[in-house]
């Protein structure tokens, strides 16, 4: 299984980027991805996550300025980040699990992107 990350990039305050994780070689017609961040001298945190058929979830810090979803072929997410703030700078990750989506629990998750970076100027 590959993760691909893409669309990362440096914006200003209040601009808009939109990151997408491609999946290869996911054999499960369901299976949870998640996007998480890492700003440096910080621990990774949960942003967003989507099963194929279930319900985003968000951290508190993004809701109503990010939103994730599925591509109509379930292999692919995006994220949307609108509003973005100074604090939202950081490496963003995606990850995947076949087992549910309901936590940010790293330890599930099983396959890791290489991570794009998000840089975000005031």
């Known amino acids: 299984v590959q993760l691909m990350e893409s669309g990362g990039g440096s914006v200003q305050t209040g601009g808009s980027l939109r990151l997408s994780c491609a999946a290869s070689g996911l054999t499960a017609k369901d299976y949870c991805m998640a996007w998480f961040r890492q700003a440096p001298g910080k621990a990774r945190e949960g942003v967003a996550r989507?099963?194929?058929?279930?319900?985003?979830q968000y951290v508190d810090s993004v809701k109503g300025r990010f939103t994730i979803s599925n591509d109509n072929a379930k292999t692919t997410r995006y994220l949307q980040m609108n509003s973005l703030k100074p604090e939202d700078t950081a490496m963003y990750y995606c990850?995947?699990?076949?087992?549910?989506?309901?936590?940010?629990?790293?330890?599930?998750?099983?396959?890791w992107g290489q991570g794009t970076q998000v840089t975000v100027s005031s």
């Open positions: 990850a995947a699990h076949h087992w549910g989506c309901f936590t940010f629990n790293q330890e599930d998750f099983t396959w």
């Open positions: 989507i099963s194929s058929y279930g319900k985003p």
